[in-house]
C-alpha cells in the first residue's frame, strides 16, 4: 500500500468532481493517503468535500478528504495535482460562442481551436501558471496532471514557462475506442493502436482489431450498411452523441482515422461548419448551446445534494478516465499502463518541432511517462496538424506575455475565422469580454 496526496484543483467541480473522487476510492487496494480538495467556490467545495467523505467511508478506502479555498495550503506537499478549472464559468464560454457568431464564425464546441479556443487559452493561461508556480514553490516534485481545456496550449504554457512536470489527459481517444469495440464485439485486448497528433485532433495511425487491420474493417462494416453503435450515455440527438459523419468522411480522403469525437474535429476543417453543411447538421454535428450546459450543471449539483442526503448511497465504480491508473503506475503500485497522453514532443513525432505539445501513445510507470515514437507523421495528416501546432505557439507566447498583436495574429491564421478584416474588431470583442480575466493583457 502507498500513502500519497493527491490535491484536485477545481475540486468543488459537480461534474468533474464526483468522478475523480470515486476513481481515486476504486485504487483502496494499493493506494490511501489525503485527497486535498481546492475551489474558489467555498459552497460547491463543502458539497464536494462531503461527498468525498462520504465515498470514501462508503468505499471503505484509506483516503482522508480535506478542503481548502488557500492554493498553497492544498498544493502543500503533494505528489500529483490534477487540474479541472473553468475561469469565468459558462458565462465566458457563452462569449466564447457568441460573439464569433456574430461574425459568422460558427463552432461545435469553442473550447481548443477557432476563436473560442483562443479566447479560452488567454483566460485560462494566467491561473494555470499561478498553480504552477505554487508548486514550483511547495511541491516542485508533483505531477500537474492537466484535464483543462484547450489542453494543447495550456499544457504547453506550463511546460515553457515552469519546471513542473505536466500531462495532459483527455478521453476522447478512449471513447472512440469504446465505439469501435461495441462495433466489432472485441474486448479491450484485442484492440491495438498507435496514435499521434494534437489534442482533439489525434490520428489512430496504426490500428489493428481482432488480428486483421482496423481501417478495413471500418471501412467494411460502413459499406454494408451497418451502423455506427452511438455512445450509451447520451441520447441520439444529444449535441455530445458522436455519429462519426466527420470521422468516415475525413477516413475516405485522408485514409486515417480520427480519434476524437465528431464536434470537435469538425472545428479544425471549416468545410464542415459552413453554410453549404447547414453549419455541421448535414454531417450531424451542432453547436453545444450554452443552455444545454447550464441544464447539466444544475443538475449534476441536484444529483451531488441528493447523494449527501441522509440515508441515501453514491453509486460506486470507476469511469473510463486513465489519471488514478497513471498514478498508481507512477507510484509504482501496478502495472505500467499503455495510454494516450499530451507531452511536450521530444522526438516522439520526428516530423513536428520539438516541444510543442503533441498527443501520442505512451507508457507511464515508476519512472516517469514515456512517449511511444510513431516517427513522422503521414503526409496528409501532418498538413491538418502542423498549421494548428504553430497556432497553439502563437497562443501560448500571446497569452503569456499579453501580445494583442500575436493574439491577433493567431486568430486570423486559424481557419475557422473566414474574413481577416472582421478579425480584429472580434478580437476586441473577445477582449473586452474577458477582461477581468486578462491581467496579462
Given at each position: 500500500?502507498?500513502?500519497?496526496?493527491?490535491?484536485i484543483?477545481?475540486?468543488g467541480?459537480?461534474n468533474?468532481?464526483?468522478?475523480?473522487?470515486?476513481?481515486?476510492?476504486s485504487?483502496?487496494?494499493v493506494?490511501?493517503?489525503?485527497?486535498v480538495?481546492?475551489?474558489?467556490?467555498?459552497?460547491?467545495?463543502?458539497?464536494?468535500?462531503?461527498?468525498?467523505?462520504?465515498?470514501?467511508?462508503?468505499?471503505?478506502?484509506?483516503?482522508?478528504?480535506?478542503?481548502?479555498?488557500?492554493?498553497?495550503?492544498?498544493?502543500a506537499?503533494?505528489?500529483f495535482v490534477?487540474?479541472?478549472?473553468?475561469?469565468?464559468?459558462?458565462e465566458?464560454?457563452?462569449?466564447?460562442l457568441?460573439?464569433?457568431?456574430k461574425?459568422g464564425?460558427?463552432?461545435?464546441?469553442?473550447?481548443?481551436?477557432g476563436?473560442?479556443?483562443?479566447?479560452?487559452?488567454?483566460?485560462n493561461?494566467?491561473?494555470?501558471?499561478?498553480i504552477?508556480?505554487a508548486?514550483?514553490a511547495?511541491?516542485?516534485?508533483?505531477?500537474?496532471?492537466?484535464?483543462t481545456n484547450?489542453?494543447?496550449?495550456?499544457t504547453?504554457?506550463i511546460?515553457c514557462?515552469?519546471?513542473?512536470?505536466?500531462v495532459?489527459?483527455?478521453?476522447?481517444?478512449?471513447?472512440?475506442?469504446?465505439?469501435?469495440?461495441?462495433?466489432?464485439?472485441?474486448?479491450?485486448d484485442?484492440?491495438e493502436?498507435?496514435v499521434a497528433?494534437?489534442?482533439?485532433l489525434?490520428?489512430f495511425?496504426?490500428?489493428?482489431?481482432?488480428?486483421?487491420?482496423g481501417?478495413?474493417r471500418?471501412r467494411?462494416?460502413?459499406?454494408?450498411?451497418?451502423p455506427?453503435?452511438?455512445?450509451?450515455?447520451?441520447?441520439?440527438?444529444?449535441?455530445?452523441?458522436?455519429?462519426?459523419?466527420?470521422?468516415?468522411?475525413?477516413l475516405?480522403?485522408v485514409g486515417?482515422?480520427?480519434?476524437?469525437?465528431?464536434?470537435?474535429v469538425a472545428?479544425?476543417?471549416?468545410?464542415?461548419?459552413k453554410?453549404?453543411?447547414?453549419?455541421?447538421a448535414?454531417?450531424?454535428?451542432e453547436?453545444?448551446?450554452?443552455?444545454l450546459r447550464?441544464r447539466?450543471?444544475?443538475a449534476?449539483?441536484?444529483?451531488?445534494?441528493?447523494?449527501?442526503?441522509?440515508g441515501?448511497?453514491v453509486?460506486?465504480g470507476?469511469?473510463?478516465?486513465?489519471?488514478?491508473?497513471?498514478?498508481a503506475?507512477?507510484e509504482?503500485?501496478?502495472?505500467?499502463?499503455?495510454?494516450v497522453?499530451?507531452l511536450p514532443?521530444?522526438?516522439?513525432?520526428a516530423n513536428l518541432?520539438?516541444?510543442?505539445?503533441?498527443?501520442?501513445?505512451a507508457?507511464a510507470?515508476?519512472?516517469?511517462?514515456h512517449?511511444?515514437?510513431?516517427?513522422?507523421?503521414?503526409?496528409?495528416?501532418?498538413?491538418?496538424?502542423?498549421?494548428?501546432?504553430?497556432?497553439?505557439?502563437?497562443?501560448?507566447?500571446a497569452?503569456?506575455r499579453?501580445?494583442r498583436k500575436?493574439?491577433?495574429?493567431?486568430?486570423?491564421?486559424?481557419?475557422?475565422?473566414r474574413?481577416?478584416?472582421?478579425?480584429?474588431?472580434?478580437?476586441?470583442?473577445?477582449?473586452?469580454?474577458n477582461?477581468?480575466?486578462?491581467?496579462?493583457?
Amino acid at each position: 500500500m502507498r500513502t500519497t496526496r493527491i490535491c484536485i484543483v477545481g475540486g468543488g467541480s459537480y461534474n468533474w468532481g464526483p468522478t475523480l473522487l470515486k476513481d481515486i476510492a476504486s485504487k483502496k487496494e494499493v493506494l490511501d493517503g489525503t485527497v486535498v480538495l481546492h475551489d474558489v467556490d467555498p459552497v460547491a467545495l463543502d458539497d464536494m468535500a462531503r461527498l468525498g467523505r462520504k465515498i470514501m467511508e462508503q468505499a471503505e478506502a484509506g483516503f482522508a478528504v480535506e478542503a481548502t479555498t488557500d492554493l498553497r495550503s492544498a498544493l502543500a506537499g503533494a505528489e500529483f495535482v490534477v487540474v479541472t478549472i473553468t475561469t469565468g464559468g459558462l458565462e465566458t464560454m457563452a462569449c466564447d460562442l457568441e460573439i464569433p457568431l456574430k461574425y459568422g464564425v460558427y463552432q461545435t464546441v469553442g473550447d481548443t481551436v477557432g476563436p473560442g479556443g483562443l479566447s479560452r487559452a488567454l483566460r485560462n493561461i494566467p491561473p494555470m501558471l499561478e498553480i504552477a508556480r505554487a508548486m514550483e514553490a511547495v511541491c516542485p516534485d508533483a505531477w500537474l496532471i492537466n484535464l483543462t481545456n484547450p489542453m494543447s496550449t495550456l499544457t504547453r504554457a506550463i511546460a515553457c514557462s515552469t519546471r513542473i512536470k505536466v500531462v495532459g489527459l483527455c478521453h476522447e481517444v478512449d471513447s472512440t475506442r469504446a465505439t469501435l469495440l461495441r462495433m466489432f464485439g472485441a474486448r479491450p485486448d484485442e484492440l491495438e493502436a498507435l496514435v499521434a497528433g494534437i489534442n482533439h485532433l489525434p490520428w489512430f495511425v496504426q490500428l489493428r482489431i481482432q488480428g486483421e487491420d482496423g481501417v478495413e474493417r471500418v471501412r467494411r462494416h460502413v459499406a454494408e450498411g451497418r451502423p455506427i453503435p452511438l455512445k450509451p450515455d447520451f441520447e441520439e440527438r444529444s449535441p455530445f452523441q458522436d455519429h462519426w459523419k466527420v470521422k468516415l468522411a475525413l477516413l475516405d480522403v485522408v485514409g486515417y482515422l480520427a480519434g476524437a469525437g465528431d464536434r470537435h474535429v469538425a472545428e479544425f476543417f471549416p468545410y464542415f461548419l459552413k453554410e453549404q453543411t447547414r453549419f455541421g447538421a448535414d454531417y450531424d454535428v451542432e453547436m453545444t448551446p450554452i443552455d444545454l450546459r447550464r441544464r447539466r450543471t444544475e443538475a449534476h449539483r441536484e444529483r451531488v445534494r441528493a447523494w449527501l442526503r441522509e440515508g441515501e448511497r453514491v453509486p460506486l465504480g470507476r469511469s473510463r478516465e486513465e489519471f488514478s491508473d497513471i498514478i498508481a503506475a507512477l507510484e509504482g503500485v501496478s502495472e505500467p499502463v499503455r495510454t494516450v497522453v499530451n507531452l511536450p514532443n521530444v522526438g516522439q513525432i520526428a516530423n513536428l518541432p520539438r516541444d510543442v505539445i503533441v498527443e501520442t501513445s505512451a507508457v507511464a510507470g515508476p519512472t516517469g511517462i514515456h512517449p511511444i515514437s510513431v516517427g513522422e507523421l503521414p503526409l496528409p495528416i501532418l498538413a491538418s496538424v502542423y498549421p494548428h501546432v504553430i497556432n497553439q505557439e502563437m497562443t501560448v507566447q500571446a497569452g503569456i506575455r499579453g501580445d494583442r498583436k500575436l493574439a491577433l495574429q493567431a486568430l486570423i491564421n486559424d481557419p475557422l475565422v473566414r474574413d481577416p478584416a472582421s478579425a480584429r474588431s472580434m478580437l476586441d470583442e473577445l477582449l473586452r469580454a474577458n477582461a477581468r480575466w486578462l491581467p496579462q493583457f
